[in-house]
């Protein structure tokens, strides 16, 4: 059987982080959950994960400098980052990441990102 692959979750909402570790752990992957910014970077640095779900607006250090820093330090691993604000996606700074999916109560795009960048 092949290796699970990882997926570092991060969103300063502890339901959403609930909601979406439970899902793909569903779907057979290993989740790694953070609450913020700092808590993902050291997640990051110590698992190195197969993909990030990033949210943006967090308390502290925000979603988009987060992907900044990953992706100075992986600019391979895919991230996907998921705002409950559309406007985000008109930031310069989302660029870097492979995609930006609104939140919202139907999975199905954030999962079908995920399958895409994993399979």
């Known amino acids: 059987m092949a290796e ?4 570092l979750i991060v969103d300063d909402e502890e339901g959403i982080l609930l909601l979406y570790r439970e ?4 779907e057979g992957y ?3 959950p953070a ?5 993902a970077l050291e997640h990051f640095s110590a698992n190195l994960p197969d993909l990030v779900i990033l949210d943006i607006n967090m308390p502290g250090m925000s979603g988009i400098e987060v ?25 310069i700074g989302t660029w870097a990441s492979e995609e930006y999916i609104v939140k919202s109560a139907n999975m199905d ?3 079908a990102s995920v399958r895409k960048y994993l399979e």
């Open 23 to 26: 899902e793909f752990e569903d």
């Open 67 to 91: 992907l900044r820093q990953m992706k100075e330090q992986q600019p391979d691993v895919p991230v996907i980052l998921s705002s409950a604000y559309p406007e985000f996606k008109e930031d």
């Open 30 to 32: 290993q989740v790694i």
């Open 4 to 7: 699970k692959k990882t997926i």
């Open 109 to 111: 795009e954030l999962k």
């Open 35 to 39: 609450l913020n910014g700092e808590q």
